[in-house]
């Protein structure tokens, strides 16, 4: 049975273009997988800039705009689905982006570690039912005085400050595995 956190839709039905990519989170060390997750991340951003067609400075504002955030919200489902995925589970990770008329919405899905979804549930009913502006600068003042922190949160309260995203998460059990695997998929919805 599939647990959902936050804002979490499976409709579809009116989106324009999609694009799906695919990682084999083991194919290299996670050092060097972090400048190949900035140029997928970058190359989302082209991608989605060129449904908006430049005709003025206002739309070349927007398509900058667009450009942007979707290379940082891409980079950041990317960094966390790799930093966070579990290798053992010989589980590929997604990357989604869908186009609507009125918002796109991302999808990251990744295996996690068994003895890592509690804190990450916990975490993440922290950020559905708390003041995310307090968090946000409890997280940077955190970030600040622990640089080696690994889990810091900042890049989803980022996406809910400064891009308006609503986010959402669902965590399923795989069940043709012979040993438990758990697959997360992140959602992030931004408007237009």
Known sequence: MAQVFGEFTEDFSERSEFLVLGFSPSSLPIQLRWKTNGLSADFLGDYVKNFFPVDNSVALNKQTEVRHAVSFVANELLENAMKYSDISAGQPINLEVHLFKDRLIFLSKNSVHQDAIANFQSFLQEITDGDIGEMYVNQVEKSADNEDS???????????????????WKFEQISDTSIPVTMVTTMVQLPL
């Open 150 to 168: 690994k889990s810091s949160g900042l890049g989803y309260l980022t996406m809910l400050m400064d891009y308006d995203a609503l986010l959402g």
